[in-house]
């Protein structure tokens, strides 16, 4: 079990726990959590499901494999250095108190 907080552009933050074995789009979809739509089901096809992980935090994560590092390239909204899909982090202890800011848009 973890705790996410996802932060709206407009600067709202929701706490939510997310269950081991799943991912940190899952638990926004899961939570209806506004701003991740998730459309490929967690695919790693869509990149709607976009985030900005805590900068303190994004080194913890791990490494992104190649075919996430290509769709980062595809995201509506711009990518940063501290962009992942949301779906391809996956809910363990280690990401527990995880904080991601949601993009403008997904679409
Ligand atoms: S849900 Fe489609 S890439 Fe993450």
Request: net charge negative; with cysteine; glycine share 10%.
């Amino acid at each position: 079990m973890a705790r996410i907080t996802y932060i709206s552009p407009a600067g709202v933050k929701t706490t939510v726990e997310a269950e081991d074995g799943s991912t940190v789009m899952q638990t926004a979809l899961r939570n209806n959590v506004d701003g991740i739509v998730g459309e490929c089901g967690g695919n790693a096809l869509c990149a709607t499901c976009h985030v900005y992980v805590d900068e303190a935090q994004f080194a913890g994560l791990g490494p992104i494999v190649d075919f996430e590092e290509e769709l980062l390239d595809c995201t509506s909204s711009p990518r940063k250095d501290t962009s992942r899909l949301s779906c391809q982090i996956p809910v363990t202890g280690a990401v527990d108190g995880l904080i991601v800011r949601l993009p403008e848009t997904q679409e």
